[in-house]
């Protein structure tokens, strides 16, 4: 499957209805409801390529280091791992958060609405030792960063 | 579930309305197993969590189960006064929802 | 084979220190033991406040701390000290209410454990709730977790700052029930035969697995704990019995006589440390 179809199954799958759409498409709506359901594909991915594809239309991304991610090089337990992600990126639009290393990468999405900063903490299950990545939707393209993070104790078991 | 299952603290610094919420929630990914019974513990986590102010949505977020239990989410947004209200709402996976206000203070 | 590359570990750690080697509980008094250990703490973690100490490992442990510190500025447990608040407020069936056993006050924590001359027993709060709860006719709470620990949380809370301050009276019943602690603390148990002095006195600060080792100085000041291997909170006699199976020795009854005189023990070392529960551990 091409970058292209699985883009547009992404815009089909995660807008909730076909005059959403359009209506984002006319500019009529804030851009948060571009994601307007929950992208189950993109959740369900196992790669973080398809994972971006369907959650951020697009998995190439260049590196910016306009963004930060704050999380701990080592993890205390994998099952409360504290991230944060800023970003100085004019016109940030959304924010995917991914744990390489976990079975099904994609934790996290924001769409920043009315006022909102690129600027959102969390915390996170990290399955092992990987890299945290952020990517940030600004004017149109993604942006990335990443950080890795030791994990000694799983928090995706038991 | 806990009758209020949503904290929520939202401070107004300079220009800026700091929101830090805390939800009670099992986050139950589905890819757990049950240590006693050896069955897998079925999915149950908020796959959706929407902040508004002053009419307006300022957050949206969907998660994923990898997302710890009892989920904290911070964020951070302009153009709210000291006293305005802020509203976080979530859905579950399994068609549970709560939704909670606060203060800016 | 992790545990054999630590026991050796800590076998190299003990032929290094002279805390408690082989003398029997009854040979140094209360206030000497109090002396001999703050100040092995202080010169083996030099630098860190005493009550710092209270922060379990993270008082030791730069690397953790940060993680901790982030958890903690929006804590997981603070939900459950308005579930404790609840509790606390309700009414018995009589009309009463657990405030009545305890003058109206939940800041109830730096008045426990202590000596109960006349039963001649180490009283703990979660005793006295349970025995508050029984003398009004109210079925009693099990001490591991659940409604306890919520309580707990919520008295813990209102008593922050409160400090450790245990007395050991000059009893010879209260001074047996303090050894009976101590002995406890430094008796090797389990498949393992480790005490508890191994891992929390000669190998603070070392790696064990995963783990760094938290000194047994305030190991009794933030409870009830939300761990979150536990994803909840749970009470010191929880802890407790977690860490006698850690070694594969069989666990006391939370509360129990040995566990109440283990808290007698640990409490006392740790005289002069903020009550800072309901905490945060990994």
């Known amino acids: 499957m091409t970058t292209n179809i699985k883009r547009r199954v992404f815009l089909k799958g995660s807008v909730a209805a076909g005059t959403v759409g359009i209506a984002v498409g006319a500019g009529l709506l804030a851009p948060q409801a571009v994601l307007a359901a929950w992208p189950k594909a993109a959740f369900e991915a196992k790669s973080i390529d398809d994972a971006l594809k369907n959650a951020m239309g ?88 990443r950080k890795s993070v030791k994990v000694t104790i799983g928090g995706c078991g038991g | 579930m806990a009758k209020k299952s949503i904290k929520i603290r939202a401070k107004l610094k300079g220009d800026t309305t ?29 796959n ?28 951070s947004f302009d153009g709210a006064s000291a006293g305005d209200e802020v509203t976080i709402s979530w859905k579950d996976n399994q068609g549970g929802s709560d939704s909670a206000s606060a203060k800016i203070k | ?117 006349k039963r001649k027993m180490v009283v703990t709060l979660p005793l006295a709730i349970n025995e508050c709860l029984e003398s009004n006719g109210e079925p009693p709470l099990p001490y591991r977790k659940g409604r306890i620990a919520d309580l707990l949380a919520f008295m813990s809370y209102r008593s922050r700052g409160q400090k450790i301050n245990v007395e050991i009276p000059d009893d010879p019943d209260a001074i047996a029930a303090y050894n009976a602690g101590k002995s406890f603390y430094f008796a090797r148990r389990g498949q393992l035969n480790f005490s508890c002095a191994h891992c929390h006195f000669e190998s603070a600060g070392m790696n064990v697995r995963t783990d760094v080792l938290s000194p047994a100085l ?29 070694v594969r020795a069989k666990p006391f009854a939370a509360q129990g006589t040995e566990y109440r005189n283990l808290e007698y023990f640990l409490s006392h070392v740790s005289n002069g440390i903020e009550y800072n529960g309901p905490s945060a551990r990994k």
């Open chain 2, 48 to 75: 959706e969590v929407t902040a508004e102010s002053g009419g307006k949505t300022v957050m949206t977020a969907y998660w994923s189960g990898g997302i710890s239990k009892n989920p904290y989410l911070s964020f």
């Open chain 2, 18 to 46: 700091q929101v830090k919420t805390l939800m009670t929630h099992p986050m139950e990914t589905g890819l757990r197993k049950d240590k006693k019974t050896g069955k897998l513990i079925p999915a149950h986590f908020i």
């Open chain 3, 218 to 246: 305030g190991h009794t000041s933030g409870w009830p704990v939300y761990r979150s291997k536990w994803g909840e909170l749970g009470t010191l006699h929880r802890r407790f019995a977690g860490c006698n199976r850690r």
């Open chain 3, 1 to 117: 084979m992790r545990l054999r590359t630590f026991a050796a570990a800590a076998v190299c750690a003990l032929a290094a220190t002279t805390v408690m080697a082989d003398k029997r509980a009854a040979d140094t008094s209360p206030a000497e033991d109090l002396k001999t250990y703050r100040d092995y703490f202080q010169k083996r973690f030099p630098g860190v406040p005493l009550n710092e100490f209270g922060n379990g490992v993270y008082a030791i442990d730069n690397v953790s701390r940060d993680s901790w510190n982030a958890v903690e500025e929006f804590p997981p447990y603070e939900p459950m000290i308005e579930a404790g608040q609840a509790i606390w407020d309700a009414r018995f069936a009589n009309g009463k209410r657990l405030g009545s056993c305890f003058g109206g006050d939940p800041a109830q924590r730096g008045n426990f454990p202590y000596w109960d001359a």
């Open chain 1, 58 to 145: 697009d998995a190439s991304s260049s590196a910016s280091d306009a963004i930060k991610i704050k999380a701990p090089d080592i993890a205390e337990n994998g099952a409360v791992v504290p991230v944060s992600v800023s970003a100085s990126l004019d016109g940030a639009e959304s924010i995917a958060l991914l744990a390489e290393g976990n079975a099904q990468p994609l934790v996290a999405t924001f769409a920043m609405g009315a006022g909102a900063l690129a600027d959102v903490s969390t915390r996170i299950k990290m399955g092992k030792t990987s890299d945290v990545i952020a990517i940030v939707k600004a004017g149109g393209k993604l942006h990335s960063a």
